[in-house]
């Protein structure tokens, strides 16, 4: 079996999205314990409260989502370790990726998640021609309101190219056409 992954997506020198596989829950299963507490705020994942069996069924369900062109589970590599997960996901007939993401408490705060959303923003542009991008976070998540203002620029969109979500708050990038 190659330990080659089935998809990579490079960041930088350091950091890789990879396709989360089955052979990764053990270590994925290990970050989510680490971060139980950080995690129990701010994301809902029905899988993160189970056994490394429910945490494989979730993994296994979100492989077939990738093989039916619906989006990719990636983790996100630091340094060869795995340390944070993002989410992006495909709406085909919109033309619109969703992306959604955390990190290990311990990394944030290095820029992790900032450039790997600018990777996967420019995937969905450049790769998939989507015509937007959308990030959406808690709207108490402070430091994820701030990470996404590398990409608008403030806290507000005066310019229509970002929009807050009845839900909560998060961004939206057109394509520039």
């Known amino acids: 079996m190659s330990n080659k992954p089935v998809l990579c997506i490079q960041v930088n020198e350091e950091t890789q999205l990879r396709l989360l596989e089955e052979r990764h829950v053990e270590e994925y299963f290990v970050l989510i314990e680490r971060n139980k507490e950080h995690l129990h ?44 997960v993002l989410d992006y996901r495909l709406n085909w007939r919109r033309r619109k990726a969703e992306l959604g993401y955390w990190i290990d408490a311990t990394m944030q705060g290095k820029g ?42 403030g806290d507000s969109p005066s310019d229509g190219s970002a929009s807050w979500p009845v839900c909560g708050w998060g961004l939206l990038w057109p394509a520039c056409r």
Do not use: P
């Not at 056994?51 to 996100?76: C, D, M, P, W």
């Not at 959303?117 to 430091?143: G, P, Q, W, Y």
């Open 112 to 153: 992790l998640v900032i450039r790997a959303c600018r990777t996967m923003v420019r995937h969905a542009f450049e790769e998939h021609e989507l015509h937007k991008v959308e990030i959406s976070c808690a709207t108490d998540n402070t430091r994820s309101r701030r990470a996404t203002r590398f990409y608008s620029g």
């Open 41 to 84: 705020e701010w994301v809902a994942v029905e899988a993160y409260e189970g056994s490394v069996e429910t945490l494989r069924a979730y993994v296994k369900q979100r492989l077939l989502q990738f093989v039916n062109g619906e989006g990719y589970h990636l983790g996100i590599w630091y340094q060869d370790a795995l340390v944070g």
